[in-house]
Nanobody
Framework: QELLVESGGGLAQPGGSLRLSCTAS??????VGWFRQAPGKEREFVAM?????????????LYETSVKGRFTISRDNAANSVYLQMDKLKPEDTALYFC?????????????????WGQGTQVTVSS
């Protein structure tokens, strides 16, 4: 069982930036996705990264359309962490953000394809 811990949420002004971190307890995960859920809305995909666990290469990323060009997902293998750099934040980015881990490789934007979930970190964008 992997444990995922998010951090880095908080309050930002429109146009500002935040950086979310997701740290895994083990090394069985080969894909990490970020999802978010706003009050009264369904959970939605934000971004994901997948890599080859054997060679630790071949990283590929996907972004939801509304965050493309504003958010950047990256990973640090040594730190066993994945990051979501969020720039040019908008009020509509306000949500509870979750990171999720997937044991099998390959890209997926579907939350049910992920095996492990963090507890979530709140992001609020407001002036």
């Amino acid at each position: 069982q992997e444990l995922l811990v998010e951090s880095g949420g908080g309050l930002a002004q429109p146009g500002g930036s935040l950086r979310l971190s997701c740290t895994a307890s083990g090394r069985t995960i080969s894909s990490v996705g970020w999802f978010r859920q706003a009050p009264g809305k369904e959970r939605e995909f934000v971004a994901m990264v997948t890599w080859d666990t054997w060679s630790d290469t071949g990283m590929s990323v996907l972004y939801e359309t509304s965050v493309k060009g504003r958010f950047t997902i990256s990973r640090d293998n040594a730190a066993n962490s994945v990051y979501l750099q969020m720039d040019k934040l908008k009020p509509e980015d306000t949500a509870l953000y979750f990171c999720a881990g997937r044991k099998t490789g390959g890209a997926s934007t579907r939350d049910y394809d992920y095996d492990y979930w963090g507890q979530g970190t709140q992001v609020t964008v407001s002036s």
